[in-house]
C-alpha cells in the first residue's frame, strides 16, 4: 500500500508530501492543474525513463520519494529478502539532475533503475488514460489471459527455454559452416568484438549524461565570450559605460549645489555609477568561476563520436550494440567447438525441444480451460456496466506451416512453438447475439473500450490481487448513468485494494463510502501546483464545481451534497 508520497522540483511542483488512505483515494482539480504530474511521479519510481525536462525550472535537481506498506504481500516480501532488502517498511527514492545523472534508492541502498521496474510490478497497478488502446495490440491479450490464470511465472520460464534453445541453434549454425566459411566468419566476428570491446560501453545512459555535458560546455564558452563582451563595454579601455558615468557624475556634482533639480539627477547617475561598477566586478567573477576545458569538450566529442560509430553499427542504442557483443561471442564459441561438442549441442537441442513441446502441451490446456471462466466473468462484469448484450469471446489458435515441429491430430500440419508456446490468442466481441463475433480491436469504440479494460482489470485483480491499483481517467469517454455504474465498479474495487481514481466526472468523484478520501490538485503560479485533502465542504464545494462549473450555484451544491449522501 502506498502511504505517502513526497515531491520536490518536479515539472509544476515546488514542493509537497502528502499521505493516502487505504481504501479510495480521489483525485481532482482543473484541466491543466497537474494530475498528471502525480502519476508521472510515480511512474519515475516504478522505473519509466527520466528525463532533465522533468526537473522545474530553476532547480537543479527533482526528487520523487514514496512509502509503502509490504504486509500481505508474499511476492514483493519473497522479492525483497531475495534481494537483502528490509521488507518491514519499503521507501523508493529517485533523484534527476540537470547534468542528466540521476540515482535510484530503495530503504537508502543505491540500486538500479531495472529493480524499480522489477519491483514496481508487486506494488502498483497503473492504468492510464490511455491504457484502454492496448487492448487493441493482440500480444497484451495473452499476457492478460495468462494473469487471469496464473500462467505469468510458468510462461516467463517457458520463454527463458526458448531463447536459450535460440541461443544453442545459433551455436549449432555457426558449428554447421565449412572450413572456409568459419574462417571468414571468424575474421568478421573478432573485428566487431575487438571494436565494440575498445569502445567500453557502459549503456545508453553514458550517451545521454555525454550530450547534456556537451551543452552544457558549449554554452559555457559563448557564456564566458558574451560576459567578457559585456564587463569590456562596462569597465574596458576608454570611452567605457562606468567612466562615461564618471564624468557625467563630476560635470552634475558641480551644478547641484546651485540647482535641487540637478541634484536629483546627480544622485541618480551617481547610483547608477555605482551600481553599474558592482555589476562591472560581478560579471568578472562569474566568468572567472566558469569551469571550461576546451580539452575536455573534445574529449567528450571524441567519445560521443565514438559511440555514435558504435551505434550506427550495432545500434540503435548502446544496450543493443552490447547483446550484439554477446551474441556474437556466443557465435565465435560455437564455431570453435568440437565436433563431440557439437553432437552434445544437438542433444541438448533435442532435449528442450521436447521440454517446450510438453510445457506449450500443457499451459495451451491451462489457458482453455480458463479461458470461458474468463468469458463469463468478464461478460457480468460488462452487465454491471451497462453492456447487457455484449458477447466477449476469447479465440485460441495454434499456427502451423513448414518450420512446425509438433504434429497433432492432422498429420499435415506442423504447429510451431513460439515464445509464449503455441498459442495465439484474440479477444473477440459482438454487440448482442444476433451479431458475429469480430476482432474486437476492430469494433470497440473509446467508451466501450474503457468498460472492457476496467471489467478486465476487476476480474483479474480479484483473482490475482495487487495491494494498489491506480485509474488515470478511466471514464474517459463514458458519461452519465454509464459514469455512474463505473463509479460503482470501482467502490467495489476498493474494498479489496488501495485504490486511486484521477478523474474529470462529478460521477465519479461523487462516491461514497467511509474509504473515501479525496484530494484536489491546485495550481499555482506563485507557489507551484500543490495537493489538498478535502474536508466534508471542501468536497462538497469542489464537486459543485464539476458538476456546475467555475460559477458554483446553490443547485450545484444541494446536487454534490445529494451525491455524497449515496442518495442520487
Excluded at 34 to 50: D, P, Q, V, Y
Excluded at 175 to 202: F, G, M, P, Q, T
Excluded at 321 to 346: C, F, V, Y
Aim: proline share 2%; glycine share 6%.
Amino acid at each position: 500500500m502506498l502511504d505517502e508520497l513526497y515531491i520536490k522540483d518536479f515539472a509544476l511542483i515546488n514542493e509537497i508530501r502528502i499521505g493516502f488512505g487505504s481504501g479510495l483515494n480521489i483525485i481532482t482539480g482543473e484541466t491543466g492543474a497537474g494530475k498528471s504530474i502525480i502519476l508521472g511521479a510515480l511512474n519515475l519510481l516504478m522505473g519509466s525513463r527520466a528525463s532533465t525536462d522533468m526537473i522545474k525550472s530553476g532547480a537543479q535537481r527533482s526528487i520523487v520519494e514514496a512509502s509503502f506498506t509490504t504486509d500481505k504481500n508474499e511476492g514483493l516480501i519473497e522479492f525483497l529478502q531475495k534481494h537483502a532488502i528490509d521488507d518491514d517498511n519499503l521507501v523508493i527514492k529517485r533523484e534527476i539532475t540537470v547534468e542528466g545523472k540521476g540515482r535510484c534508492y530503495i530503504n537508502s541502498q543505491q540500486v538500479p533503475v531495472q529493480l524499480l521496474k522489477e519491483i514496481g510490478s508487486f506494488l502498483l497497478d497503473i492504468h492510464g488514460q490511455n491504457e484502454h488502446q492496448n487492448i487493441l495490440d493482440i500480444s497484451s491479450h495473452r499476457s492478460i489471459l495468462d494473469r487471469y490464470a496464473g500462467l505469468t511465472l510458468f510462461v516467463n520460464e517457458f520463454k527463458k527455454l526458448f531463447y536459450k534453445r535460440e541461443e544453442l541453434k545459433q551455436k549449432l549454425k555457426s558449428v554447421s559452416l565449412n572450413e572456409d566459411e568459419k574462417n571468414r566468419r571468424l575474421e568478421i566476428l573478432k573485428y566487431e568484438i575487438d571494436e565494440i570491446e575498445k569502445a567500453d560501453l557502459k549503456g545508453n545512459q553514458e550517451f545521454d549524461e555525454l550530450a547534456v555535458r556537451e551543452k552544457v560546455l558549449d554554452n559555457a564558452e559563448q557564456l564566458i565570450k558574451d560576459l567578457a563582451g559585456i564587463y569590456d563595454r562596462l569597465l574596458g579601455e576608454e570611452g567605457n559605460i562606468v567612466n562615461e558615468l564618471s564624468y557625467m557624475e563630476k560635470i552634475l556634482e558641480k551644478h547641484s549645489q546651485y540647482d535641487p533639480d540637478i541634484e536629483k539627477i546627480f544622485n541618480s547617475v551617481q547610483e547608477a555609477y555605482y551600481l553599474l561598477s558592482d555589476s562591472a566586478g560581478e560579471i568578472r567573477a562569474k566568468a572567472d568561476s566558469i569551469n571550461y576545458s576546451p580539452e575536455e569538450v573534445n574529449s567528450i566529442k571524441e567519445r560521443i563520436d565514438v559511440l555514435q560509430n558504435i551505434i550506427r553499427k550495432y545500434g540503435p542504442t548502446v544496450e543493443s550494440a552490447q547483446s550484439h557483443l554477446e551474441e556474437i561471442k556466443n557465435e565465435i564459441s560455437g564455431i570453435e567447438l568440437s565436433s563431440d561438442e557439437e553432437r552434445q549441442l544437438r542433444n541438448n537441442i533435442e532435449k528442450l525441444s521436447n521440454e517446450l513441446i510438453e510445457r506449450a502441451l500443457s499451459i495451451s490446456e491451462t489457458r482453455k480451460r480458463v479461458a470461458a471462466d474468463l468469458e463469463k466473468l468478464v461478460q457480468k462484469e460488462l452487465a454491471d456496466l451497462g453492456m447487457p448484450d455484449t458477447k466477449i469471446r476469447i479465440s485460441i489458435k495454434w499456427v502451423f506451416g513448414p518450420d512446425g515441429e509438433y504434429v497433432g491430430k492432422e498429420p499435415e500440419k506442423k504447429y510451431m512453438i513460439q515464445p509464449a508456446g503455441f498459442d495465439v490468442i484474440e479477444f473477440l466481441l459482438a454487440s448482442n447475439d444476433q451479431d458475429v463475433l469480430r476482432p474486437l480491436r476492430k469494433i470497440a469504440s473509446g467508451g466501450e473500450m474503457s468498460r472492457i479494460m476496467l471489467a478486465l482489470k476487476k476480474v483479474i485483480i480479484d483473482s490475482d490481487p495487487v495491494s494498489t491499483m491506480i485509474f488515470d481517467e478511466v471514464d474517459a469517454g463514458v458519461g452519465g448513468r454509464v459514469a455512474e455504474m463505473v463509479g460503482n465498479k470501482l467502490n467495489q474495487l476498493s474494498k479489496n485494494a488501495q485504490l486511486f481514481v484521477i478523474t474529470h466526472l462529478h460521477q465519479i468523484a461523487g462516491l461514497s463510502n467511509p474509504s473515501v478520501t479525496h484530494y484536489k490538485v491546485i495550481k499555482d503560479i506563485q507557489k507551484g501546483t500543490r495537493i489538498q485533502k478535502l474536508t466534508e465542504d471542501q468536497r462538497v464545494e469542489e464537486l459543485a464545481r464539476m458538476i456546475g462549473g467555475e460559477t458554483i450555484t446553490k443547485s450545484a451544491l444541494d446536487h454534490a451534497r445529494t451525491l455524497l449522501r449515496g442518495t442520487a
